[in-house]
């Protein structure tokens, strides 16, 4: 007999899930889709059922000098309006679903859900976004790409609950946010980028790219980040052709109903030339 409990505070949430598996639900806007069932009967869940998304002591925007603390479970409508909220992260939340998902659904739903086409991932790979994942006896501080290992494969244990994002502050002179989707709203990424810039008296001090849907996960590549630091902007520029060379190496996308291999692959490179003609 499947269980389904409603823990009444974060304390209870995680001795449930130290207990027995359970599949934890905060918007249920990813799980209810996966486990539907056939016309007019409801989601078929075959595994304990914990949900979390009336935990209210996760749910804030907390900032300091360094860093944004996002709790789990705030819904990304209100991380859209929240004035703490990077604009990077804004702007890739506005084009996900509609108002009436993004009412419930959550940046954890998002992160351990693993999809390659997850578009809230692209921006919190750029930022460098830490998951704080809970259970009774520890606390675990992981970045992103430390938890997400695979398309829905995650680090995260069974009793563990992420409860908290949090954001480091890096005061950017440019950021870029591109959606390539089938539609205006409610589209899955065809194809998704990040990118920002550090510049200071024309010189580049930090330059990040990231891309969704086009590898297995999030890509985003330190090592060709750091060629391309402290150098001025037009010998960035002026690396365009090895740039994009670098960046080819990495797309490996895939083949399905949304789109093909060899479109992913040009669209991608175009969106990183695009954006650094734009510095
Ligand atoms: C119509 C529609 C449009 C959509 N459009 C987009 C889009 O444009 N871009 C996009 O990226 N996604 C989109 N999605 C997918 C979905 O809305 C997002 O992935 C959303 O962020 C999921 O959040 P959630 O809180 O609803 O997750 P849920 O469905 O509740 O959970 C998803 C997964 O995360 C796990 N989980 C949730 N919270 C926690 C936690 N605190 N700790 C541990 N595990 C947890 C669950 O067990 C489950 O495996 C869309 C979905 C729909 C139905």
């Known amino acids: 007999m499947v269980k389904q409990i409603i823990p009444k505070n974060l304390k209870e949430a995680i001795t449930y899930l130290n207990q027995e598996d359970y599949q934890v639900i905060a918007g249920g806007t990813d799980l209810m889709i996966q486990k539907r069932n056939t016309a007019d009967l409801p989601p078929l869940f075959n595994t304990n059922i914990l949900y979390a998304f009336n935990l209210d002591e996760l749910k804030y925007v907390i900032k300091d000098e360094t860093k944004i603390r996002i709790g789990s479970m705030t819904s990304l409508e209100t991380l859209l309006h929240h004035p703490d909220v990077p604009q990077l992260l804004k702007d890739v939340i506005i084009e996900m679903a509609s108002p009436g998902i993004r009412n419930v659904a959550t940046l954890a739903g998002n992160i351990a859900n693993a999809s390659p086409a997850g578009d809230s991932l692209v921006a919190l790979y750029l930022m ?98 750091n060629r391309y630091k402290n150098i001025s902007v037009q010998e960035l520029k002026d690396n365009m052709q090895q740039i994009l060379n670098d960046y080819q190496k990495l797309i490996k996308p895939i083949d399905d109903q949304r789109s093909n291999k060899i479109y992913r692959s040009q669209v991608a490179l175009n969106l990183i030339e695009d954006f650094i003609r734009k510095i």
């Open 128 to 225: 460098d976004a830490i998951v704080v994942l809970s259970s009774l006896n520890q606390e675990r501080q992981i970045p992103i790409s430390k938890v997400i290992l695979g398309p829905r494969k995650t680090s995260i244990a069974k009793n563990e609950l992420i409860t908290e994002i949090i954001l480091p502050i890096h005061n950017f002179s440019q950021t870029s946010w591109v959606k390539v989707g089938g539609r205006r709203a409610d589209a899955i990424s065809k194809v998704s980028f990040a990118g920002a810039v550090k510049i200071n008296s024309g010189t580049v001090i930090d330059i990040r790219i990231a891309l969704g849907a086009i590898f297995m996960t999030v890509v985003r590549n330190l090592e060709i980040e």
